[in-house]
Nanobody, 117 residues
Framework: VQLQASGGGLVQAGGSLRLSCAAS????????MGWYRQAPGKQRELVAS??????NYADSVQGRFTISRDNAKNTVYLQMNSLKPEDTAVYYC?????????????WGQGTLVTVSS
């Protein structure tokens, strides 16, 4: 099982980016999917998660970011609007996947988002 993230890049403050993360491999089912981020010198933090029809957001991104998923494509998205310089970080996707009878969390490789002021 692999998670492949994409969509990061350089954007000016106030701009938008859309991150994607596709899961592939021997997947029976996917439970919760989410996005985390880690800024230089800081701990990794949860940005948003989605499970079934429920979503959860960090206070710092509430109202600006939207998480969604396409179950047919085993893909989770993060639409990021009104970006701020403090959103600069490496963004990682995470998913709890049931594969070969074992459920565990998997991490994507990370995609860098840089927001210039």
């Amino acid at each position: 099982v692999q998670l492949q993230a994409s969509g990061g890049g350089l954007v000016q403050a106030g701009g938008s980016l859309r991150l994607s993360c596709a899961a592939s491999g021997s997947i029976f089912s996917i439970d919760i999917m989410g996005w985390y981020r880690q800024a230089p010198g800081k701990q990794r933090e949860l940005v948003a998660s989605i499970s079934g029809g429920s979503t959860n957001y960090a206070d710092s991104v509430q109202g600006r970011f939207t998480i969604s998923r396409d179950n047919a494509k085993n893909t989770v998205y993060l639409q990021m609007n009104s970006l701020k310089p403090e959103d600069t970080a490496v963004y990682y996707c995470n998913a709890k996947i049931l594969s070969s009878g074992i459920g565990r969390h998997y991490w994507g490789q990370g995609t860098l988002v840089t927001v210039s002021s």
